[in-house]
């Protein structure tokens, strides 16, 4: 019985690969430094797995940024701006599209599927010239073949990455991006070849958009690549693997009937549907890889159900026709539970991190092969029992409350405009109102303190005076900059949803388990275990010293429940709504908290909101209609006085503007650069936003510094689809991520951007 493993998390289990990276940008090392600790961590994971038992071990899922972007520079697919002259694409190129340089901005970057990853999106148009452009692919299998593994080296499947494509600026709206299926398909056939003369018998196809809602012209773009391939697959085994989600019935049939194809890969954790479309009809002689250990969670698999879930599979496709695998790259998990010596050790049973899923995925095969090993089976099962019979895991009072929640609406008294109003008396805030969504850089200085402090270093009292002065200077900057309604920075906070799940019940912790979010930046998602509450007010002191220190507004800062739900590794034992309600109500509490304490700004970022959408059409109205709800509870009980504030980032928001408008937030701070302004097509297609709304005016996940012009034709452009007294004046997404030698020239010129079309408005009037 064979195994397998989608994908494999890149940075290390002690963020190797992020520390290596930031000291080459920094200049601080050299190319070759970073490519030698590259290939230790690469030649360790496979090692890792060779030594588990795993059959088929994947290749060229390390990346030094995104496997999209990857896949971009394979088919040399540069955007012209970059001024590449052809060759094989280095570290220069490849990092200006990632991050931008000095003088040109970096590619889009958005969300990946369900995911909190983020991948670099293809600009392509008619003239895009492919080339074969990075021998990547071919480099990784040779590689880890010279060490004496025989990998399943993975490719973005061509139809996916069109599909996950953009056109480039100035192409025409009504350009098929699937009209390029003929110009790629030639490179393809060409990095195939490569592999195949280098020995190897298996190739891996990812095409997850099979997952989505397809219509038939884009299922027949499938046929029609891999026909095209067919014959220069001939010879390997050919594995399209899916995930996030259910095969669709018409995409199942597609997928099942494509031509040189001899494996398909299904996600059979978030697919349960899947497997009726296996059980109903499933091609002869073909591999089924299973999913069934969860790539995206940190629980331990329920052993024996899967050992169930084989046994039926087994007897649709044969013994020799079956897989075990992961239900999608272990990208989206945490490393090794290894590394995390201060988990409780009940806790800690219950958990299985990447490494530990080989072994669960290996366990199963070698079950499933008649060699149980009984030992693991039975502590699996322990495990299991334990986790469902604990008393830390209920809290009945908790559970209750959430309860009697459903069915309720929670909005506040007052609409929206007579709120502004009321709101307004209070601030006297100018048009044009200049704010930041929250954080300030995270210096190194800063990290060292909370560090310290954590490791009781140092004491509270330095701590906190420490803290407070970080706070003060921030304070001064935006006064200094004359900014509108400020913030305290969130110097606290080491993430914006880690920070808060540390105070909450029913949260727990990990020193090592980072997930990969974009490039080197890392989260550590905390771990959702039992019923939530709040035990004490989690950010009242900082927020009241800080107001404490100026006359302007300062804005309270919270995560809200569907950030904080989809940011943490949540319980598999409850609905997710369930869960989220559980952390509405200790928001709400807080919410009140900061009123009482005199905060007239509350902002309640719900920067995930988007992220959690089911990507399955049919099932996303019932969470926007939870999610919602969920953020209304944590703010209905407030005074119209009080000013509600909400953040999004990197968000599509075309299809969901009706729910963002069902928030029902007095203000709304949201991504915008980055993504071609799309979100005001919104506006511009007449949909009436009442509540105020600040659309990022330039993108902080860049290095470089926009000019007052830039930020001034910006927020023009926004102007002329929304009314001057509803808009605001922001960047993109907090600040914590950059430098202030970035950040105090970005601001100074956002807010001369403001007080410029301030001038030009009055005089217009
Ligand atoms: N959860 C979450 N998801 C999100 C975002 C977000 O802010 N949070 N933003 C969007 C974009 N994604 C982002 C993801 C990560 C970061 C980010 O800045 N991450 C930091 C993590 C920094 C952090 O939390 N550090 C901790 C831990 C400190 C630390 O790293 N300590 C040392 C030493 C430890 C010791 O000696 O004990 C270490 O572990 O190396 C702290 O500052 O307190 C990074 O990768 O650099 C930014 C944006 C989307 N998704
Ligand atoms: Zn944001």
Known sequence: MASHIVGYPRMGPKRELKFALESFWDGKSSAEDLQKVAADLRSSIWK??????????????????????????????????????????????????????ASVPAMEMTKWFDTNYHFIVPELGPDVNFSYASHKAVEEYKEAKALGVDTIPVLVGPVSYLLLSK???????????????????????????????????WIQFDEPTLVMDLDSHKLQAFTEAYSHLESTLSGLNVLIETYFADVPAEAFKTLTSLKGVTAFGFDLVRGDKTLDLIKGEFPKGKYLFAGLVDGRNIWANDLSASLSTLQTLEGIVGKDKLVVST???LLHTAVDLVNETKLDQEIKSWLAFAAQKIVEVNALAKALAGHKDEAFFSANAAA????????????????????????SDHRRATNVSARLDAQQKKLNLPILPTTTIGSFPQTIELRRVRREYKAKKISEEEYV??????????????????????????????????????QLSGFAFTVNGWVQSYGSRCVKPPIIYGDVSRPNPMTVFWSSAAQSMTARPMKGMLTGPVTILNWSFVRNDQPRFETTYQIALAIKDEVEDLEKAGINVIQIDEAALREGL??????????????VHSFRITNCGVQDTTQIHTHMCYSNFNDIIHSIIDMDADVITIENSR????????????VKYGAGIGPGVYDIHSPRIPSTEEIADRINKMLAVLETNILWVNPDCGLKTRKYAEVKPALSNMVAAAKLLRTQLASTK
């Not at 089911?614 to 999610?627: G, I, M, T």
């Open 327 to 329: 239900s999608c790259s």
């Open 167 to 201: 056109p480039a600026k100035g192409v025409e709206k009504s350009f098929s991006l699937l009209s390029l299926l003929g110009k790629i398909i030639p490179i393809y056939k060409e990095v195939i070849s490569e592999l195949k003369a280098a020995g190897a018998s």
């Open 384 to 407: 299991q029992a334990s986790r469902k019979s604990s008393p830390r895991v209920t809290n009945e009072a908790v559970q209750k409350a959430a309860a009697a929640l459903k069915g």
């Open 465 to 502: 005076k420490a803290i407070k002065e970080e706070i003060s200077k921030v304070v001064k900057l935006q006064e200094e900059l004359d900014i509108d309604v400020l913030v305290h920075g969130e110097p606290e906070r080491n993430d914006m949803v880690e920070y808060f799940g540390e």
């Open 614 to 627: 089911p990507l399955r059409k049919s099932e996303q109205a019932f969470y926007l209609d939870w999610a």
């Open 675 to 686: 993504s071609d302004e799309k979100l005001l097509s919104v506006f511009r297609e007449g």
């Open 48 to 101: 890792q797995m060779a030594d588990a038992g795993i059959k088929h071990i994947p290749s060229n899922t390390f990346s030094y940024y995104d496997q999209v972007l990857d896949t971009t520079a394979l088919l040399g697919a540069v955007p012209p701006r970059y001024g590449w002259n052809g060759g094989e694409i280095g570290f220069d190129t490849y990092f200006s599209m990632a991050r931008g340089n």
